[in-house]
């Protein structure tokens, strides 16, 4: 089993208040002319589930001079001037075909108003956020300036806030909109505000690709099946839906946090399980396991369907492939389903080749049948009934460096009931599942994790032929 880190500080503590420098935050605007225009999203942008801020927490041993970050934060605006700018809903065309075309639909207004940038103090070192960083609790949000806005659409695009700790080191929060970037996207800016500040006089590492036209819709496919498990229209009739008492049991309780970081031995040992043996990757094999044991930790319906939603990068998927440097939304999410009773009493293999299956599915033909449906504003996700895996540990985000060295930790601001495939500092190899459940699911959610772990199945994985995995 893996062993619990002994700690001094409890993971649900409360973080000392933050001190700030200035009543009110800074704005950061481009320290040069930026394009003034309005930038269309596409639809894979515009999803209303993605209607929040992706929000990062990172540690350093040693701070950066403020105004070093502010500096370079003004420079690389110039580049992801989008960032620096604010959304704004369109205006209903008179002339257009599709009636659902501009229903609340976003774009962004470039008019380099600028990023939020706050300054904060907290009686903390590195060490003792060290001791509680593997579970976020509500007190981390303090480390994020709450910016006053009536609503998402008018809360800055970025907002960042420095927090010096009393040992000398520094929590660098950042909030970037979704409907701007995706995982990728987010990594891909702040290796390029990393490396402005680090290196002062240089140009960004990837010149950024800003039109969404992209995935605009090419024309109708109307020769495929417009039904994807993964969306719903917002009409369908919820007395219908026996997902109600599943959504029901995970609000009625508090959610705590899980985390647990498997090595790329581990996951060498999970692969063995694997019976019949199939060739499969690090996130095939952990997603199907951490599936499993998330729907046995919950005590459901045998009947009841459930679903795995995943992230999915298409960039490489569509003809032609997207160009270098996009940083918008460039994923689907894949969808595994099955009922909860085949999904038990099957085996990991069984689970395995579903998550597979998903990722096949997923051609340029079934991304341009979604990309239609979402021309429908009726549509929305469903993430009913589904365990939803965002992997963060394969983006580079753990290696970003603005010339004090390496974070000691990297993950989200918060955790809830979406799961997180994080990395760990320092092992490349090794990935953190992050995950909020009901209370009274927590302990059966980690001993199911770790009942792969026990003695008898790490010596057998030991001997065996590494080789015949895709690591």
């Given at each position: 089993m893996i062993k619990a880190r002994s700690m001094e500080r409890s993971w649900d503590e409360e973080l000392p208040d933050c001190r700030y420098e200035d009543k009110q935050p800074s704005l950061i605007k481009p320290i040069s002319p930026t394009p003034n225009q309005m930038l269309y999203l596409s639809n894979l942008d515009d999803q209303k589930f993605l209607r929040f801020s992706i929000k990062y927490l990172y540690l350093f041993q040693k701070s950066v001079p403020v105004d070093l970050l502010k500096l370079s934060l003004s420079k690389v605006?110039?580049?992801?001037?989008?960032?620096?700018?604010?959304?704004?809903?369109?205006?209903?065309?008179?002339?257009?075909?599709?009636?659902?075309?501009?229903?609340?639909?976003?774009?962004?207004?470039?008019?380099?108003?600028?990023?939020?940038?706050?300054?904060?103090?907290?009686?903390?070192?590195?060490?003792?956020?060290?001791?509680?960083?593997?579970?976020?609790?509500?007190?981390?949000?303090?480390?994020?300036?709450?910016?006053?806005?009536?609503?998402?659409?008018?809360?800055?695009?970025?907002?960042?806030?420095?927090?010096?700790?009393?040992?000398?080191?520094?929590?660098?929060?950042?909030?970037?909109?979704?409907?701007?970037?995706?995982?990728?996207?987010?990594?891909?800016?702040?290796?390029?505000?990393?490396?402005?500040?680090?290196?002062?006089?240089?140009?960004?590492?990837?010149?950024?690709?800003?039109?969404?036209?992209?995935?605009?819709?090419?024309?109708?496919?109307?020769?495929?099946?417009?039904?994807?498990?993964?969306?719903?229209?917002?009409?369908?009739?919820?007395?219908?839906?026996?997902?109600?008492?599943?959504?029901?049991?995970?609000?009625?309780?508090?959610?705590?946090?899980?985390?647990?970081?498997?090595?790329?031995?581990?996951?060498?040992?999970?692969?063995?399980?694997?019976?019949?043996?199939?060739?499969?990757?690090?996130?095939?094999?952990?997603?199907?396991?951490?599936?499993?044991?998330?729907?046995?930790?919950?005590?459901?319906?045998?009947s009841l369907e459930v679903k795995l939603l995943f992230s999915m990068n298409i960039r490489n998927k569509v003809i032609p492939e997207i160009p270098k440097g996009y940083y918008a939304n460039g994923f689907v999410l894949a969808c595994a389903k099955t009922t909860v009773k085949e999904l038990i009493d099957g085996n990991l293999h069984q689970a395995v080749k579903l998550v597979q299956e998903a990722k096949s599915s997923l051609t340029d033909d079934s991304i341009s049948g979604i990309l239609e449906l979402l021309e429908n504003k009726n549509m929305k996700t469903?993430?009913?009934?589904?365990?939803?895996?965002?992997?963060?540990?394969?983006?580079?985000?753990e290696d970003l460096d603005f010339g004090h060295g390496m974070p000691l930790h990297m993950g989200p601001l918060t955790s809830d009931i979406y799961c997180l495939f994080l990395p760990v500092a320092g092992d490349y190899n090794a990935i953190r599942v992050l995950v909020s459940l009901p209370k009274s699911a927590v302990e059966k959610f980690e001993y199911n994790m770790n009942a792969f772990l026990d003695s008898n199945n790490v010596e057998a994985c030991g001997n065996y032929e590494k080789e015949k995995f895709l690591l």
């Amino acid at each position: 089993m893996i062993k619990a880190r002994s700690m001094e500080r409890s993971w649900d503590e409360e973080l000392p208040d933050c001190r700030y420098e200035d009543k009110q935050p800074s704005l950061i605007k481009p320290i040069s002319p930026t394009p003034n225009q309005m930038l269309y999203l596409s639809n894979l942008d515009d999803q209303k589930f993605l209607r929040f801020s992706i929000k990062y927490l990172y540690l350093f041993q040693k701070s950066v001079p403020v105004d070093l970050l502010k500096l370079s934060l003004s420079k690389v605006l110039v580049h992801y001037y989008p960032l620096a700018g604010r959304l704004k809903k369109t205006l209903p065309s008179p002339h257009h075909d599709n009636e659902h075309e501009n229903d609340d639909k976003l774009e962004v207004d470039c008019n380099g108003e600028g990023a939020v940038f706050a300054e904060a103090f907290m009686d903390m070192s590195v060490e003792e956020f060290l001791q509680v960083s593997h579970k976020p609790n509500k007190s981390w949000r303090k480390l994020l300036f709450r910016v006053d806005a009536p609503s998402f659409v008018d809360t800055p695009p970025l907002v960042v806030q420095v927090t010096k700790l009393r040992c000398g080191g520094m929590i660098l929060c950042t909030a970037i909109n979704h409907c701007l970037c995706d995982g990728l996207g987010t990594s891909q800016f702040l290796h390029a505000w990393a490396h402005l500040t680090a290196q002062h006089n240089s140009d960004v590492p990837i010149a950024p690709f800003h039109s969404r036209h992209v995935f605009k819709l090419r024309s109708p496919c109307s020769h495929l099946p417009l039904v994807y498990p993964t969306f719903t229209e917002t009409h369908t009739n919820p007395m219908i839906d026996n997902s109600i008492p599943l959504n029901q049991y995970l609000q009625s309780q508090p959610l705590i946090p899980s985390s647990l970081t498997y090595t790329a031995s581990n996951i060498l040992c999970l692969k063995t399980q694997c019976v019949p043996l199939v060739k499969c990757t690090t996130f095939e094999v952990l997603a199907a396991h951490t599936w499993r044991s998330w729907v046995k930790s919950l005590n459901l319906e045998p009947s009841l369907e459930v679903k795995l939603l995943f992230s999915m990068n298409i960039r490489n998927k569509v003809i032609p492939e997207i160009p270098k440097g996009y940083y918008a939304n460039g994923f689907v999410l894949a969808c595994a389903k099955t009922t909860v009773k085949e999904l038990i009493d099957g085996n990991l293999h069984q689970a395995v080749k579903l998550v597979q299956e998903a990722k096949s599915s997923l051609t340029d033909d079934s991304i341009s049948g979604i990309l239609e449906l979402l021309e429908n504003k009726n549509m929305k996700t469903d993430l009913t009934k589904s365990l939803v895996i965002s992997q963060w540990s394969k983006l580079g985000l753990e290696d970003l460096d603005f010339g004090h060295g390496m974070p000691l930790h990297m993950g989200p601001l918060t955790s809830d009931i979406y799961c997180l495939f994080l990395p760990v500092a320092g092992d490349y190899n090794a990935i953190r599942v992050l995950v909020s459940l009901p209370k009274s699911a927590v302990e059966k959610f980690e001993y199911n994790m770790n009942a792969f772990l026990d003695s008898n199945n790490v010596e057998a994985c030991g001997n065996y032929e590494k080789e015949k995995f895709l690591l």
